[in-house]
């Protein structure tokens, strides 16, 4: 009797070492997933730590001292009941909590942002300007990003006055045409006038010097 009790002792003992076995094995290869998924995913398990320590602090904040403070009259008749509530209610904000920052992680497709930021910070180490960063100043920033605005409108603006000046320019040059066109039609029509004048004082003249004999003699 007692060496069945032994062997299956001994079967009893092996398959609690296998199950032991295979669960740090299991472990191991969560520890060894967590690591690579952590290092292929660096913002977003930065992302997550931050979320878990605001987490944290608002559960901290959120004390049973405090809790209760707010119910004061059912905190003083039953204590017990009170401190039920209090734990219902941190287990209850922290699932929802966990919940919202899952959706928001999922619906955002914040692994997809992230790796495209880490392209956008790749290709800026590539290039030797420095990127504008926040002064710590509102009106400083505003100010900046307002004169660098009116800048461009100012550039804007000069190229618009240098387009309009060469317009400007070329209208009075065909304006200057015009009026010499103008002022040589005038001289053309004055020597043409004088010369009919010319031509007819020679005519009246021609018809003086004939004398009247001649032209009865002609008829």
Excluded at 191 to 209: I, M, N, R, Y
Aim: net charge negative.
């Amino acid at each position: 009797m007692q060496e069945p009790e032994k062997s299956s002792e001994s079967v009893s003992s092996k398959s609690d070492a296998d199950q032991a076995g295979e669960a740090s094995a299991q472990a191991s290869t969560r520890r060894n997933d967590s690591v690579k998924s952590s290092q292929s995913k660096p913002r977003l398990k930065l992302f997550s730590k931050v979320m878990e320590k605001s987490l944290q602090w608002l559960l901290d904040n959120a004390s049973f001292d405090r809790f209760s403070h707010y119910f004061q009259p059912l905190s003083k008749q039953n204590p017990q009941l009170t401190e039920v509530m209090h734990k219902q209610f941190i287990s209850q904000l922290q699932t929802l909590i966990q919940k919202e920052i899952a959706t928001v992680i999922e619906e955002g497709d914040l692994q997809v942002k992230f790796e495209e930021l880490d392209k956008l910070e790749e290709l800026a180490k590539e290039t030797a300007q420095t990127a504008w960063r926040p002064s710590g100043v509102p009106e400083q920033d505003i100010c900046s990003d307002l004169v660098s605005s009116y800048k461009k409108q100012e550039e804007y603006m000069r190229i618009q006055l240098k387009k309009l000046q060469k317009e400007n320019a070329a209208l009075a040059q065909k304006v200057q045409a015009g009026r010499e066109n103008i002022t040589h039609t005038e001289q053309r029509i004055s020597s043409g006038v004088q010369e009919w004048k010319a031509s007819l004082e020679d005519l009246e003249a021609f018809v003086v010097t004939l004398s009247p004999s001649e032209h009865f003699e002609f008829l």
